[in-house]
């Protein structure tokens, strides 16, 4: 048989799905002729198709050694170039495509891809926007063009894309769950419920989907759902790690609701462990850092609270621990007229680390001017997230690291510190899975320690900080007395009351975090001493806290 034919074959076996007997074949040829690009090129989507990443990053590569005129050679080596997280290097291929063939639309979404994961959103909308000229039936690119959009606060333009994704292909379930996901962040619960339900009719194993629905609802015994994720179980071991890690969350919140603590915290730690060991994580170096912070930050460093100057928008800064209520005080906030809902904005940070570089320890070399920049940049990217708005609201929690600084650069912002019972707060966050990892979250030990970190920040900040700055409002007061803790924090931002910030689940905003349907609800008091429950199991948390219960 000559070289043609038993190409003939191969493809015809991986018609049929026989990739093994295709694959003997391929490498047959390339023994025989091994300067043959195409099966090189079928042996390289063979591997893709397997998983195989690194071994089709090495067979395409060969193609495009062998023939470089071809564009799919190219393109497809990039792709799997992503795949294994050579960003730059699939970027400088993707562009060698494009140049040998500007009219193939899966080229261009490709490129869109690479520019997203190197974080480079404009040309990553422009790689999207273009393969959907070229293929306007091209749904995942409509898909990720929305998820970028969402990312960037274009929430009108992402739910579009969404929209048309699921059009052209009602079987796109990431679509569909993308659109989910930002339904349930504006408030639409049940149009998000009749979503999820049906990605999970037409694909019981999109854990994706199963993860969403578990947030809206409190399990009961006889509930459809969780016979569905309990017939998942036997096939975990099998499954990529990112849905192991869900289901085993998914069925904690079951058992969690269930009242079945044990059953619950087995599977959330499973989950976390799982999670746990997919990064690395440097306790050492973050306690450094917030004692670096502490040095760069003396008393004698701030001014007077500057409550009389009002360059609009005002910032209010809410942080503190992720889980500690910083949605719900987001919330109770953001239903006040003047007040608008930023969500959680990176915008500090980013503007830190571009101007300052290392933080903080590069902090007294950056002239004042250069500083007051970062404040200034800051307010002018508030005014185009909303125009109009007096007072926005940003719920970073992480922000607390940079309080020092928010004071020197922004004299007019306000900052609240949540505060909320260190077990508590500590297991919320150990059983919450977010939507990106949040590295001391997945071990009791970590988190404790980590908790002990931040608290420690916060006792400085409160020692050195001007009157007028810093406010603490503690979550367990808020829930006991809701309407004089939010008069009181109203006064604070200099504000008059009103009676809305007391119906603040009716509030028609975005709310972008793991929070997103609990603070639709009326305020309630079911996760007040929630830890006791789980005792028995958070010893490391507990001694990493060093509190006595």
Known sequence: MNIYNAMKLAVSYIQVGQFKKAEKILFDIITADDKFHPAFYLLGQLAMQGNRSDMAVQFFHRATVLCSSIAKYHR??????????????????????????STDAITHFVAGNAYSALGDKTNAIRAFKTAIELDPEHDFAHNNLGSLYEADFRLKKAKKEYEAAIKINNKNVVAQNNLATLLIAEGEIDKAKVILNHIIDIQPNYIEAHNNISSLKTYQNGDEHIEILLSLLPEIEQMPLEKKIKLHFNLGKVYADLKDYDKAFYHYQSSNNLNRATYNYDEEAVKVIAENIIDKFPKNSFKKHETTIKAYPVPIFVVGMPRSGTSLIEQILSSHSKVSSGGELNYLSELVYQRVGMFPENIKNIPEKDLMQIGNDYLQKLKKLDADAQYIVDKM?????????????????????????????????????????????????????????????????????????????????????????????????????????????????????????????????????????????????????EINT
């Open 76 to 101: 497809d080596l990039a792709e799997a170039l992503l795949y294994i997280g050579h960003i730059q290097e699939a970027i400088s291929v993707v562009q060698r495509a494009i140049q040998l063939n």
């Open 397 to 545: 929690p992480g922000n607390y690291q940079f309080a020092g600084l928010i004071a020197k650069i922004l004299p007019s912002a306000f900052i609240i510190n949540t505060n909320r019972n260190a077990l508590d707060c500590c297991l919320s966050n150990y059983t919450q899975l977010f939507r990106h990892t949040i590295p001391y979250t997945n071990n009791l030990g970590e988190l404790g320690r980590y908790y002990k970190i931040y608290n420690g920040l916060m006792d400085h900040w409160r020692s050195v900080l001007p009157s007028g700055y810093l406010y603490d409002i503690h979550y367990e007061s808020v829930v006991a007395n809701l309407e004089e803790e939010a008069r009181k924090l109203i006064n604070f931002i200099g504000l008059d009351w009103e009676e809305s910030c007391l119906t603040f689940h009716k509030t028609k905003n975005t709310v972008r975090t793991a929070s997103a349907a609990q603070v639709r609800e009326p305020i309630y008091n079911s996760s007040i001493e929630r830890w006791r429950v789980y005792e028995k199991h958070l010893s490391p948390l507990i001694e990493a806290l």
